[in-house]
Structures are given as structure tokens and as C-alpha cells.
């Protein structure tokens, strides 16, 4: 089963997007979706992260696995904003409409749903994001585009590395954890907490001197090829950026400023709909 | 050191990350809280910020955390990315006093002035940080995210505490012994 969400090559006009350009819109979109509470911002940017999900023909067998533990952590937390404060919404929106009453002190009030079902749309906003981000851009060409903006190419490369390496890790962590198992150390959640700590640490341990190794071959081979004598660096998988990555760009620095406008017109970041 | 920031900083923020973002899945739970498991990533960070410093620490635990979020999770808590990559970085500024290269971390002084810093750094990320953003940003509730907040800090102190104790000792061991060799007249 993949659990990950990789990269996968196709050919649609998110694909074709430079990757900068996808990297900002990625982070403004998060920034706008972290700040605003409009429920109507929040819907609208909804509707547009599943209208570019279906451009850019991602699969759901690509995301299905994660997404279902993102609805497990997601039913968990409304449960508990639930739990340690019923009346959440009730403060924010200044009213209570009581619907049901559970027992104690606990009561379902529409104001709470409300407040619950925007604290959930704000989740859903960045989801779609962060898969199409990922599934749709080359991480070496991300790097080049990273480097086009001004961000030293030794931190550009850091990032290349770190995406071109996650698959390595994983394979060696997964390689020494089946030897120690065969070895007799059980991974499961029996035993004590230092216990199952001391049985992480045996897995670890290897996987940490390996990447120090690794460490070591990599920055040997990038120092022998000169690696950081030079202001400068071309890059193979450079992309130009084209008219429809100046008008996405101009179209998501737009939205944000119009979103934020739109929340914070009436003084509040929250839309209230109980007055 | 030459320079601050060499193409072994580089190297070390790449790879360390992806070990960071690979042991994401890893959890030992604690108690079933979102976001509270005992984390052993934290741990590997900790070895990166006492071996290279708080630049290469604070960068795997904000590039760590944020890009292992979107990979697994799909989504990115950045009120949680932030406290992670203040953890890294508060432990790398004490780099120098552990000597873990040297193989000064077998001494019980560096490792108590290690574990004096995580838990000062653990405390202000996670019961101040990490609640105030989550406040700011999501617009939780005060006690909910002050007890996740307290407990995320307790999961973070013990799993440094333990497992990046027992790393960076052995870590640093092996470390002396290579560094040890006497000239052979």
C-alpha cells in the first residue's frame, strides 16, 4: 500500500505550471486559508481547490490512503474542541441557540456547529492544495525555481536533497526494522514505554550512522565537483515561466488580497451568520 | 569550522530532513490526543542540532515538519512547524557545549546541560508557542490547545529526553574512538 504522496508526470496544464509559481500560490493559499475564518472565503476556496483537483488529474487511489487517516485526526479534534469547550461558538458568534441537550454541562448549541463546520472547511481548504502540490511538481525543477527567486542554491539543493532522499531512508528504515524483527525485537505496542522507546532506539541507532555516512559520501562527491565555489548555477530542469504562470500568479496574489479584504470589511475574521 | 554554513551544513540539512520527514510514521503512542504520540523524529532532530548546530537543527525542524505533514497527513498544522523548528534551533545553539564530536557527550556535565535545554525548549515552544498560534491561527479553544500543548511538551521531553540522550551518547562514543588515533612513530 502507498501511503505517500509522491510525484507522478502528466500532461496538464497544472503540470505545466513552473514550479515557483505552484510554490507560490501553495503558500499563499495557506496563508490566506490559516488567517481568514469567512465561512464564505473558506467555501469559495473549496470549490476552487476541487475545480484545480479535477484539472489536474490526480487520482483518488494516489490520496485515498492518507486522506482517510486525515479524516480520522480530523473527526478526533472536532470531538475534542467539542469536549473541552462546548461553547466555543457561542463566544465567538456572542448568541446561543441551544439544539439538543446531551448531559451536564453539555449542551449542542447551533453556534458550536457552526464554529466546529468552519474550523472543518478550513482543514479541507489547504488539503487539496498540498496533494496537488505534491503530486504535480518535479522536485528538482522545484529546486531550480526556488534558486530563480533569490533563495541561495545551496538551500535550494538542500530541499532537492531532502525530497530525492526520503525514498532512500524509507527503504533502508524499512530494511532494518524487518532485520531487527527477525532478530527478535518487537515493534508492536506491547511491553513498557521505555521499553518500546529502547526497541525504536535499535532501529534508529543503524539508520543514523548509515545517514552519517551518507552525509559524508554526498558532500565528498559534491565537493569534488566544485560543488559551492560559484555565485552561480544553471540547472537542468529549469522551466521559463510563461503567460499562464504570470496569470496565475497575478490571480492568486489578487485572491488573497480580495479574501482578506472581504473577511476583515465588517472588523472580525469571522462570518456571523446568527445576527 | 571554515564556514558557517558548508556543503556539509547542506548535505546534513538534506538528509536530515528526509530522515525527519521518513520517521513522520513513527509514532510510540502515549495517550490517544491528536498529535500527542511520542515522537522519535524529535529525537533525530536533536542529534542533527547537537552535531551541526541550531541553523541545520531549526531548518530540519521546520522544513521536517511541514514538509512530513503535507506527505502523511495532508495537511500542515503551521502552528505546529514553527515550535518544532525553535526546538531545533535552541538545542544547536548549545552545540558547542555538548562536544559531541569530541566525545564529550559521554559526560554526565554535557548531558544534563543538554536535557536543562531541551525541556527549556520543549516548554517555550510547546506551552507557549505552539497554544498561542494555535489560538491565533485556528481559533481553538484556550484549554484544549494548553492541554495538547502540555502534553505534546511531555511526549517531546521524554522521547528527547530518552531516545536522543541514548543516540547522541552513542553517537558520540564511536565518534571519540575514531577521532582517538595516535600517531604511530
Not at chain 1, 521505555?194 to 543514523?208: D, Q, S
Not at chain 1, 492568486?252 to 456571523?272: C, E, K, M, P
Request: aromatic letters at 14%.
Amino acid at each position: 500500500m502507498n501511503r505517500m504522496i509522491s510525484y507522478e508526470n502528466k500532461d496538464t496544464p497544472i503540470h505545466k505550471l513552473s514550479g515557483f509559481t505552484k510554490l507560490v500560490f501553495f503558500l499563499l493559499w495557506c496563508i490566506t486559508s490559516a488567517i481568514t475564518f469567512d465561512t464564505r472565503v473558506l467555501v469559495v476556496m473549496i470549490i476552487m481547490g476541487a475545480m484545480i483537483y479535477i484539472i489536474s488529474g490526480t487520482k483518488w487511489e494516489q490520496v485515498s490512503g492518507v486522506f482517510a487517516i486525515i479524516m480520522f485526526f480530523m473527526v478526533l479534534n472536532i470531538l475534542g474542541i467539542f469536549f473541552f469547550s462546548p461553547y466555543e461558538g457561542c463566544k465567538i458568534y456572542g448568541s446561543r441557540t441551544d439544539l439538543l441537550h446531551l448531559f451536564g454541562n453539555y449542551t449542542i448549541t447551533s453556534e458550536q456547529l457552526f464554529y466546529e463546520f468552519n474550523v472543518l472547511i478550513k482543514y479541507f481548504t489547504v488539503i487539496p492544495s498540498i496533494f496537488i502540490f505534491l503530486t504535480t511538481t518535479d522536485p528538482s525543477e522545484l529546486a531550480a525555481s526556488l534558486n530563480r527567486i533569490g533563495i541561495p542554491y545551496t538551500a535550494a539543493y538542500s530541499l532537492e536533497i531532502t525530497l530525492r532522499y526520503i525514498p532512500d531512508v524509507q527503504d533502508e528504515f524499512r530494511r532494518i526494522k524487518n532485520a531487527q524483527e527477525a532478530r527478535g525485537i518487537e515493534m508492536s505496542s506491547k511491553g513498557s514505554l521505555l521499553y518500546r522507546i529502547k526497541n525504536t532506539a535499535v532501529i534508529i541507532f543503524p539508520l543514523l550512522f548509515s545517514s552519517m555516512d551518507r552525509i559524508e559520501v554526498v558532500s565528498n562527491a559534491m565537493e569534488l565537483r566544485g560543488f559551492g565555489k560559484k555565485k552561480k548555477r544553471s540547472w537542468y530542469s529549469q522551466k521559463k515561466l510563461t503567460a499562464m504562470d504570470f496569470a496565475t500568479l497575478a490571480f492568486i496574489i489578487l485572491f488573497s488580497i480580495g479574501s482578506l479584504v472581504l473577511t476583515f470589511a465588517d472588523g472580525s475574521r469571522f462570518y456571523n451568520p446568527f445576527i | 569550522m571554515k564556514k558557517k554554513f558548508g556543503i556539509r551544513e547542506v548535505v546534513a540539512v538534506g538528509i536530515g530532513t528526509a530522515l525527519f520527514v521518513a520517521l513522520t510514521s513513527v509514532q510510540v503512542p502515549l495517550v490517544v490526543i491528536p498529535n500527542t504520540d511520542l515522537q522519535p523524529r524529535m529525537a533525530v532532530m536533536a542529534f542533527f542540532a547537537t552535531v551541526f548546530g541550531p541553523i541545520v537543527g531549526g531548518i530540519i525542524g521546520l522544513l521536517g515538519h511541514a514538509l512530513g505533514d503535507a506527505i502523511f497527513w495532508g495537511s500542515v498544522w503551521w502552528s505546529w512547524v514553527i515550535p518544532d523548528g525553535i526546538v531545533g534551533a535552541i538545542i544547536g545553539i548549545f552545540a558547542k557545549q555538548y562536544a559531541v564530536k569530541d566525545g564529550g557527550f559521554t559526560k554526565k556535565s554535557s548531558i544534563s546541560i543538554f536535557n536543562g535545554v531541551q525541556i527549556a525548549a520543549n516548554a517555550i515552544a510547546w506551552i507557549a508557542v505552539a497554544p498561542a498560534l494555535d489560538i491565533l491561527i485556528y481559533a481553538e479553544p484556550v484549554n484544549k490547545v494548553f492541554t495538547q500543548g502540555a502534553f505534546a511538551f511531555l511526549g517531546n521531553i521524554i522521547i528527547i529526553g530518552i531516545l536522543g540522550t541514548l543516540i547522541i551518547a552513542g553517537y558520540s562514543k564511536i565518534a571519540e574512538k575514531s577521532n582517538n588515533l595516535s600517531l604511530e612513530e
